[in-house]
């Protein structure tokens, strides 16, 4: 299996966590939303240099994750499979920025070292909110919330059959290059020319497609309005949800949890 | 050339989502007096084709690396640019979502960069002005490699602006961007060329579809309603560099040195190859003349003002505390496990 | 009953590219009948299922579903009368999860919501897949989606059940239950297909089409038995009545 499928292959895992019944998955995906992203902004506040008040931060996709029943291993999977652009970028600094900041015991530290972990921290942090947002919540929650909270219809519509096509599409798609590597035996990827053709045809079959699916939409009363059904509603546990987390994110923000418990165990 | 969370600061990851969330809107509200309904599913299935399309690789000629389809100014073409643009974006979402790819506060950023530039930009001022009427395989060739390769330029020097502005990476404008816009020239060749040829199969197969793309809808109003979007795109733009300038003062110098610096790096230098090596001799060299020997001396303490204060006395605190953290918070995240796990047993 | 009458009179059509897809084609089905469409690939029956609800409209004569032709004014009404079923239920069922699905025809026919709800809930039951109510149809399994998709077309109520390769996908146990379950409908059913052993089960009466012409026009026993004609419509006798 190349490295897409794998990848496909994980949509569909966390299509099925998200299928859960816990607390979590019963909240309504507003709370959920708002939650992360309030979770979010806090933690890409922080300046460059911080490191220790960042980890507090840690509390919201841990008890997501046990609560939900998320398995530890995919997040971490997933956290590896996207690292590369954010670590590529963020590992240069300890070769751009090699002033001396601080010391742990006798080893010197530049900003540069310390940056750099800020960077890995964040990075762990805000993807793993994100995959628990959509592995507690679904991607028909996520546009529902999006959409109450003022995103356009047609958005919200096109985004719906963006999701479901995906699958369908991207099968076609693993097919063509399936039995375009069987004839090809240098194993490299295809120059411009050939893959011109076989995006074509994938294009092609795509359109064909799309009038199907108008003409099914058209048989049964679609007149360019969707309806659709409101899965959920707002309740005092999601007010209890959201608070309590905006408290905690607002302390983690404004105090240095870490460095208080430490001053008391270090003098 | 996703931007990720991790890279960006509030300041900018904030403007780039306002601004992303205003041209979403435009677009749906202009597609909704424009929209032909069967174009609604044809708009879903696209982007999941972009999707798939991105899963298979092509090899950069004359580069050994691959590189995959940005679709925007493809979609722009079949679809026109208001439909092309949500679906790039909705693409850009899902990607976010479940790739994890960007991040919910960088999607602002990556929508601006893949989806603005080549569907308000790259199409109706360079690609239709250069195809006009004309269907001709040379004209549409031509057109399509210029707009991708200066959508995706446009695209690349947003991911540096953002990250520079951001100042989370140590990266110097001029660095990055002599990283970023070489290598991005490649892809946006072939880009050119793969979105032309598929252009001209589909113009064969579903010459319908090509009409409704590319029919009158960018007449004279609404590319001044384009221009005025992207004015007010400038200007909030223009407003976070200020807000992040007065929290940073360090930032804005590198911002301007990096601009007079710019056109020495678009200046062409012929070949790819070249355009590497120089990349490379440009990094190699970076630590001499890079941002923290040059305001090592005297900025050292207005640093320390600005950003949370980090010192060695600090640290060893910080460091205990941030372990005794993290065990409090696994251990909370153990017991809540516990918790729902035993409540389920009960239940069932 | 006459509004279940389904006719074609002088039917033709071509394609835009000038391929001719239908010739002549005359036929009159009335109330309660099960009809198969049979013919090789090409011979025309997926454009003749796409006139009976207007999807494509009649270039020489006219399609009449019940006393009413086919034009861009009935349409509305006459997809309400004409249930179709596609042959890739993916292309059928685009909503996130099943009930949505069987939900899309109601809420469009502006139904109040809990009638909505009890539609989605009939149908459901009577293919037999309550159990799927919320699950994303892209995960369903080939007779599961081809149930889902039957289920949608039965919500909005239809008088005649127009189908395309029902069969087609489908392994021989999930094969077999739909054939079950269509025999237990009381709709008029106009199948198009190529498996003759459904046609065989479903249908008391067949039409050959052979490149875009009705070819022959009977009972189905007696189309089956004459060989000859079916050898030169590319097609077979069924596997049950060979010996």
Known sequence: MSNLEVHFHEIGVLDRIAAGDTFVHRLDPRSKLLATLLFIVGVVSFGKYEVSALLPFFLYPVVMAAASGMPAGLLGRKLLIVAPFALLVGILNPFLDREILTAIGPVPVSGGWISFTSIVFRFMLTVSAALLLVGTTGIHGVCFACEKLGMPRVFAVQLLLLYRYLFVLADEGIRMFRARSARSFSGRAPGPGLYAQMIGTLLLRAIARAQRIYLAMSCRGFDGAFRSRTPVGWHVRDTAFLLVWAAFFTVARCVNIPEIIGSMFVQ | ?348 | MSHHLVEARNLSFSYPDGTPALKDVNFRITHGESVAFIGASGAGKSTLIHHLNGYLMPQAGEVRIGEVPVTRETVSGIRRTVGMLFQDPDDQLFMPTVSDDVAFGPLNLGLPRDEVDQRVTDSLSVVGIEHLRDRPPYKLSGGEKRAAAIACVIAGAPDILAMDEPSSDLDPWSRRQLIQLLAGFKHTKIIATHDLDLALDLCERVIVLHKGEVRKDGKTREIFSDEEMLLECHLEKPLRMQT
């Open chain 2, 1 to 348: 050339m996703h931007m990720a969370d991790a890279l960006i600061s509030p300041a900018v990851g904030g403007t780039m989502w306002v601004v992303s969330a205003g041209m979403i809107a435009h677009a749906s509200r202009r597609l909704r007096k424009t929209l032909d309904e069967s174009h609604i599913p044809l708009m879903g299935v696209m982007g999941a084709f972009i999707f798939a399309a991105q899963m298979i690789n092509f090899t950069i000629p004359g580069t050994g690396s691959s590189g995959h389809l940005g679709g925007g100014l493809l979609l722009a073409i079949l679809l026109g640019p208001d439909a092309a643009f949500l679906a790039i974006a909705s693409v850009l979402f899902v990607q976010a979502l479940f790739f994890a790819d960007g991040g919910l506060l960088a999607l602002g950023c990556n929508i601006f960069n893949l989806g603005l530039f080549p569907c308000y930009l790259a199409y109706p001022l360079v690609y239709r002005p250069l195809a006009g009427k004309n269907t001709g395989a040379r004209q549409v060739w031509t057109a399509s490699v210029v707009a991708a390769v200066l959508g995706l330029q446009a695209g690349a020097l947003g991911v540096v602006f953002e990250t520079v502005m951001s100042g989370i990476s140590e990266l110097s404008f001029k660095a990055f961007a002599s990283l970023m816009l070489p290598i991005h020239l490649a892809i946006g060749v072939v880009e050119g060329m793969v979105t032309a040829t598929v252009v001209s199969v589909v113009r064969h197969a579903h010459p319908e579809i090509l009409r409704h793309g590319s029919g009158e809808r960018l007449a004279g109003s609404s590319y001044r309603r384009v221009l005025a979007g992207l004015l007010i795109a400038a200007a909030l733009t223009g407003g976070a560099l200020a807000w992040f300038a007065s929290a940073h003062p360090d930032g804005l110098e590198w911002a301007v040195s990096g601009i007079t610096g710019r056109e020495e790096i678009e200046a062409p230098k012929g070949g790819v190859h070249a355009e590497l090596a120089a990349v490379q001799e440009n990094v190699a060299i970076l630590p001499d003349y890079g941002f923290a020997t040059a305001n090592s001396d005297g900025e050292a303490k207005t640093e320390e003002a600005a950003w949370p204060a980090v010192s060695a006395g600090t640290t060893v605190s910080g460091i205990v505390g941030g372990v005794l953290t993290l065990i409090v918070i696994a251990l909370s995240g153990w017991v809540v496990k516990r918790r729902s796990e035993t409540r389920k047993v009960a239940a069932g």
